[in-house]
């Protein structure tokens, strides 16, 4: 395994990144199997685990803890904050209470005494960054939390604010002037068929030094194969029923092209598509390490053989003629 550091910071990752969102009740209910999940993920040199207080309702962090117990110091180990974990006005956002409350509760479900990587989950327009920033770097200072990190997503999703790549420059020289601590990575998405983050944050990421760790690079099963043209929707899990839904509407219809090219593309490659798709993410230079989010062993050894994939000058060619650099086919 080729280990990376962390954008300007020290510590090194895996160039996979694990992912637990699919643990719990959100995708794999089988606690035991999800924790040989974490072994298997381990034992191939997997030393990054990226989870959050909001997956499964603080479910995923609860089988992470028990995952790693033993195994701590192997784990650079990252979980998130923002989303709502109580019915109360308080049980989530940025602010002072909410973050210290809701780091308290993972370290917890963790069964940890440190947070490697402490990710705000997305911006809270309702907090000032003051507040945000001295808070977190109050965590930093106390031993709780080593890193922190900033996660975003490309467009506008009801409840969920994005965060630009201006706003992120800012907290950069609102730490600097006030001596808080700095965000040391980004968490966008980013797959052959959303390419947006190419444009600015990227690049900003590049020029001021953050480590960028990509969610969604099989876009929720789109590119692992498992929706196709004309076929209906296997509604298997959760996340293919609900927040999928029909793939046979016609607003579907471009990224269903997109995805029968690319497995073209995989095809001459001699490799299964969501392997190509996981080893081309890997390729952009400001790329540091690539979430996978396996819900069953199967899954997870497909997503390891993404390592082993190499692509010829014509092959990305072909990617770029299909989605081109910067856009996405949504």
Known sequence: MEYRNLGAAGV?????????????RWGNPDHADAVRIVHRALDAG?????????????????????????????????????????????????SRKAIQEQCEASLRRLG????????????????????????LSDLVRQGKVRYLGCS???????????????????????????GYERFTALQPPYSLLRRTMESEHFPMCRRHGLGVMVWSPLEGGFLAGKYRRGEPNPKDSPRAAQWV????EPR??????????????????????????????????????????????????????ALEVT??????????????PETSVL
Not at 290 to 299: E, H, K, L, V
């Open 12 to 24: 090194k990752v895996s160039p996979l990144c694990l992912g637990t969102m699919m643990f719990g």
């Open 46 to 94: 997997i030393n990054f685990l990226d989870t959050a207080n909001v997956y499964s309702h603080g479910e995923a962090e609860e089988i992470v803890g028990r995952a790693i117990a033993g195994r701590r110091q192997q784990v650079v180990l990252a979980t998130k904050v923002w989303g709502a974990m109580g019915p109360g006005p308080n049980d989530r956002g940025l």
């Open 112 to 135: 940890t005494d440190v947070i490697d990587l402490y990710q705000i989950h997305r911006p809270d327009p309702e907090v000032p960054w003051d507040e945000t920033l001295s808070a």
């Open 152 to 178: 975003t997503n490309d467009r506008a999703i009801p409840g969920q604010p994005r965060l630009p790549a201006w706003e992120i420059v800012e907290t950069l020289a609102l730490a600097e002037r006030r």
């Open 245 to 248: 839904g029909d793939t046979t």
């Open 252 to 305: 579907f219809e471009p990224r269903l092209a997109a995805v029968e090219a690319l497995s073209g593309v995989a095809g001459e490659l001699g490799v299964a598509l969501p392997e190509m798709a996981l080893a081309w993410t890997l390729l952009h230079p400001a790329v540091t390490s690539t979430i996978i989010g396996p819900r069953t062993m199967a899954q997870l050894e497909g997503n390891l053989r």
């Open 311 to 324: 692509f010829r000058p014509e092959d990305l060619r072909r990617i770029d003629e299909i989605v081109a």
